[in-house]
Nanobody
Framework: QVQLVESGGGLVQAGGSLRLSCSAS????????MGWFRQAPGREREFVAA????????GYADSVKGRFTISRDNAKNMVYLQMKSLKSEDTAVYYC????????????????????WGQGTQVTVSS
């Protein structure tokens, strides 16, 4: 079992930056591929970014590519999402997710691949 807790959300003006953090506890975090998803009111949960447990590979949604950066620190059991040049359409609840995998370089963009989820953190971008 892995417990995930997000933090770092808040209210920011358009063009600003935020860094989200996800703290993992429980099983060996370094064997887990991790992802960030978001859900805006009235919309389905969507993929934002993902990272392999080896930290070799990352993937991003087209809507955030070049603005968001996912990273991890396996020694600290942490995953981060650095968000820059924020837009009003980035407003959503952001969720951290994890799945155990044997493939060190694999990352996943489908929500139903992930077994563990955090409770979410609200990000609101004012225009």
């Amino acid at each position: 079992q892995v417990q995930l807790v997000e933090s770092g959300g808040g209210l920011v003006q358009a063009g600003g930056s935020l860094r989200l953090s996800c703290s993992a506890s429980g099983r060996t975090f370094s064997n887990y591929a991790m992802g960030w998803f978001r859900q805006a009111p009235g919309r389905e949960r969507e993929f934002v970014a993902a990272i392999s447990w080896s930290d070799e590979n990352t993937g991003y949604a087209d809507s955030v590519k070049g603005r968001f950066t996912i990273s991890r620190d396996n020694a600290k059991n942490m995953v981060y999402l650095q968000m820059k040049s924020l837009k009003s359409e980035d407003t959503a609840v952001y969720y951290c997710a994890g799945v155990r995998t044997f493939y060190s370089g694999a990352y996943y963009y489908k929500a139903n691949t992930y077994d563990y989820w955090g409770q979410g953190t609200q990000v609101t971008v004012s225009s």
